[in-house]
C-alpha cells in the first residue's frame, strides 16, 4: 500500500499534468472521475467504467450514510470491496446533498441536522462524523464538511457561510486520521466574491491539506463567472497539491478549467443525460431522441472506440431511446464516459507537449462543427 | 450460408438433444431463447448474452412493425445488423400481442385489425402481411400468424379459434418463401381440448413445417394442464422436426417439458424478474428484495458463474434494488439469463448421458433447498 502522495509533472503555462498515488493506485491528471452516487455508476458495471479509461470514481456519502449505512458497508468489507471498484474511490462530505436533497434541515455551528429524505429518519452531520463515515467506507479520497452556500447570496451571507466552512474545515482537519494512502481535501469557499475566496484559500493552505477543492461552483453562476473565480483563487493554492473543481461540468467547462490549473473534476452530467438521450461527442451534443436520427445508419461519432459507437448506428440508438430500453440508457451512458476520459487523456498529452493552446483552439472548433459526418 | 435443418442427436425416454441449423449458426437443443421484444434483450448488451450461452433470440413482430418499422429495418440493414445480434433470431408472428396489447381490434377470417397501442394508428395484420414483415426483419425463424385463443375458454369456442388459426396458418405457409438458411414454423392451438390440438396438430403436419410449436399455453391454465396437453399432442408431431412451447416458463416448467419432448423455449420470465429483484438458482427462486439479505455477504448462488455472483454479494445486489439502481436490473438480468442457460445445457448433458430422469429427481430437490448455503 503506497503513500497519499501527489507528483507535478509537467506544466504548459497554467494547465498541469500530474499523477496522484493512493492506497488504491494511481490517478493522473487532469483526471474526470465519474459519479457512483449510492456505490454504482448508473447504467454501468464496474468493468466497463474501467474500460472507458476512468481511473477513480465518486462516491456520496450522504446517500450511502442513509442506505445502506457506512458501518453495514464497513462490515461488508468496505466500498470498495462492496461495490466491487478495486481503484481509488473520492467521497464527497454529503454537505452539498443535505442542502439539495434533505427536508427540515438545521444548521448551528455544531452541524446539521436533517430529515432523511428515504425515510424521515432524524439524522446529524457534523466535520467528525462526515470524516468518520468517510473513513469507515475506506474512501481513498476524503472531503472536508461544508455548508454549501446558495446562490445567488448577498456577500454577508457568503462571508458568513463561507467562514462557517472554515471552521468545520478546520475540524475536520483535526478528526481526520490518515489510514495509509488516503488523504483529506479542503474546499475553497466564498461563492462569488474574490475576497472571500481569498480569505478562504489562506485559512485552507495554513491548516495544510493533502488537496484543495473549488466548491460553490456550478450552482447557477455559469461559466464565465466560474471561470473568474478559478483565474483568482488557483493563484493562492499550493503548486505541489491537486486542485478539483467540483461538480463541473460540459466538455468545454473542462478544458477551460484545465487550461486554468484544476487536476481533477466530477459531474453527473455524462451519466444523467446517457439516461435520457443526450451524447457528447467531438462534434458537440447530440440528442438522439430527435427524429433526424431515425434512419440514419452512421454511428453516434466514427472516431469513437466505445461500443455504443462501434457496435450500432445512430438509428438504433434512437430506437432505443424512443422505445425506453434500458440497453440505451446503457450505452449512451458508456458513451458519455468514454467521451469524457478521451478528452481528459487528450488534455494530458497535449499538456505533456506544451500544445494545449493549440489543442483547446482545435478543440471549439471541432465542437462547433456539424454532428453529423459526411457518410 | 448454410441450410435450415434439424438433426436429432439422443433421445432419453422422450428428451431428445438436437442441431439446429440456420443461416445464422447452430441452435443446441433444448434451447431457451431470451425475448428481445424491441430489438433488445432488457438491460442487456448483445455481447453479454452471449457470455450467457445463449445462442438464439426472440424478436416481436408486434413491437417492431409498430416501431421502428420494419421496413426501416431492412432499410438499416435487416434486424441482426440493426441490434448487434449475429446469431440465430425466431421472430413471433404477432398473434399473442395483437390479442394482448392492442386495442379496438377486429378479427376477420381475412385477419386483424387494431389500433397501436403506441399511437393509435390503425393497423393491419394478416398471414401473408406477418410472413412479409419476418421475411423483411430477417427472421431465421419465421412464425404462423395465429389467432390466441382466450383462457378460460368453451371446446367451441376454442374450435372455432384453432380452426380459424389453422386457415391461417395454411396461408402462411403458401407465401413463405425459404430464404437459405430460414425456416416456418406451425403453431398448434385447441386450447386444453384434446380432439382440438389432435386436430390441430394433424392439419399442420399434413402442411409440412420446419418446426411445430405448441402455442396457446402459458395463459392461466396452470403446469399440470400445460404438461397434459404436451402429453397428448407431442406424439402427434413428427421426431424429425424441432417442437417450441411458447412463452413457458420457470424452471421446473422447463424441466417437465423437456422430460415430454420440447426442444425450444422462450420467456419473458427471467428477463423481467431481473428488473423486479427476483433470482432463479439452483435453490429456488430468491427475492433479492428482502430485508434478510441486507448483511449477506454470500453470493446469490456459488456455483454461478455469472458476474452478479462472481464479483458481488447479496447485500450488495439487495441494496442496488433497494435503491432502484440500473446496475441491479442488469446483474439480476444477467444472472437469470445465465442460470437459465446453465440448466438447458445441464438437460443436454444429461439427455446425452441417458440420465436424464436421475437429473430431473436431484434437480427438484435441490430447488427445494433452502436457497442459502452455509457460510
Known amino acids: 500500500m503506497s503513500g497519499f502522495c501527489f507528483e507535478l509533472l509537467t506544466t504548459d503555462v497554467r494547465a498541469r499534468t500530474g499523477r496522484l498515488s493512493t492506497a488504491h493506485g494511481v490517478i493522473e491528471t487532469p483526471s474526470f472521475m465519474p459519479v457512483g452516487t449510492a456505490a454504482a455508476v448508473k447504467a454501468m458495471t464496474p468493468e466497463a467504467v474501467v474500460e472507458t479509461g476512468a481511473q477513480v470514481i465518486l462516491a456520496n456519502t450522504y446517500h450511502l450514510m442513509l442506505r445502506p449505512g457506512a458501518e453495514r458497508v464497513k ?3 468496505g466500498l470498495h470491496s462492496f461495490m466491487n471498484w478495486s481503484g481509488p474511490i ?4 454529503g454537505g452539498f446533498q ?35 463515515i468517510q473513513d469507515t467506507l475506506g474512501a481513498d479520497i476524503v472531503m472536508v464538511f461544508d455548508e454549501c452556500t446558495p446562490w ?7 462571508a458568513k457561510s463561507m467562514r462557517l466552512s472554515m471552521a468545520w474545515a478546520e475540524r475536520s482537519r483535526a478528526s481526520f486520521a490518515e489510514r495509509p494512502g488516503s488523504g483529506l481535501f479542503g474546499i475553497v469557499q466564498g461563492s462569488v466574491y474574490d475576497d472571500l475566496r481569498r480569505e478562504s484559500a489562506e485559512t485552507l493552505v495554513g491548516l495544510d491539506f493533502d488537496g484543495y477543492a473549488v466548491g460553490g461552483l456550478a450552482v447557477g453562476e455559469g461559466q464565465k463567472t466560474t471561470f473568474q473565480v478559478l483565474d483568482s483563487c488557483l493563484p493562492l493554492l499550493p503548486e505541489d497539491r491537486p486542485r478539483y473543481l467540483m461538480g463541473f461540468g460540459k466538455p468545454a467547462d473542462l478544458v477551460g478549467a484545465v487550461a486554468r490549473g484544476i487536476d ?28 433526424r436520427h431515425a434512419e440514419d445508419p452512421r454511428p453516434l461519432d466514427s ?7 462501434r457496435n450500432y448506428g445512430r438509428a438504433y440508438l434512437h430506437h ?30 497535449a499538456i505533456a507537449e506544451s500544445t494545449f493552446d493549440a489543442f483547446a483552439v482545435d478543440f471549439t472548433a471541432e465542437q462547433a462543427m456539424s454532428d453529423i459526418e459526411p457518410l
Open 90 to 93: 473520492l467521497t464527497d462530505s
Open 264 to 291: 481533477m473534476f466530477d459531474c453527473v452530467l455524462p451519466t444523467r443525460s446517457g439516461r435520457t438521450g443526450q451524447a457528447f461527442t467531438r462534434r458537440g451534443a447530440v440528442n438522439l431522441r430527435n427524429a
Open 152 to 158: 445567488p447570496v448577498e456577500e454577508v451571507v457568503a
Open 75 to 77: 462490515r461488508l468489507g
Open 98 to 132: 443535505v442542502m439539495s436533497l434533505a427536508a427540515l434541515r438545521t444548521v448551528s455551528e455544531a452541524g446539521v441536522t436533517f430529515r432523511s429524505h428515504i425515510d424521515g429518519a432524524l439524522v446529524e452531520l457534523s466535520p467528525e462524523r462526515s470524516v468518520e
Open 303 to 309: 472516431a469513437c472506440s466505445c461500443p455504443a459507437c
Open 320 to 349: 432505443l431511446v424512443r422505445t425506453g430500453e434500458i440497453l440505451g440508457s446503457m450505452l449512451l451512458t458508456w458513451h458519455n464516459l468514454h467521451y469524457y476520459q478521451d478528452l481528459m487523456a487528450a488534455m494530458r498529452d
